[in-house]
């Protein structure tokens, strides 16, 4: 399957899925969910999706949830993504946004040990 064909579709999930979130999701946990990413495997078996959140829950809690409710998720995507074979989620925690956060510290740290 051509790898832009695998790229559209991963865009449409990720698309559906941020809609899921903010229109059908009850779950004030899952409704501080972001999604960042979708990757999805040629076959279509499987799609990862990269994922962050905002508020003070623990990602622990954040992918518990996520995980109690893959197939809720799994089934609204089913209804509106035109595929086949609708793929396994599995959701992974994107760690960019904290190491972005870190680096913003450490240049921080810098910046302010050249003023004294």
């Known amino acids: ?6 790229e559209r579709i991963a865009s449409s999930i990720a698309k559906e899925l941020s809609q899921i979130f ?6 004030e946990v899952l409704k ?10 040629n076959d279509l078996s ?4 990269y994922y962050t959140f905002l508020g003070d829950y ?4 954040v992918q518990e949830e996520l995980k109690n409710a893959s197939s809720f998720l799994r ?3 089913a209804k509106r993504v035109d595929i086949r074979n ?12 904290e190491y972005g956060e870190h680096i ?3 240049l921080e740290e810098i910046h302010n040990e050249n003023n004294k």
Do not use: G
């Not at 903010?22 to 779950?27: A, L, M, P, R, T």
């Not at 499987?46 to 999706?49: E, G, Q, T």
């Open 104 to 106: 913003d510290e450490i």
């Open 58 to 61: 623990d990602k622990v809690l």
């Open 46 to 49: 499987m799609a990862k999706v």
């Open 75 to 77: 089934c609204e995507l």
């Open 32 to 41: 501080s969910v972001t999604i960042v990413d979708v990757k999805v495997t």
């Open 86 to 97: 609708t793929p396994e989620l599995r959701f992974v925690y994107d760690e960019s946004t």
């Open 1 to 6: 399957m051509a790898s832009i064909k695998i």
């Open 22 to 27: 903010y229109e059908e999701v009850h779950n």
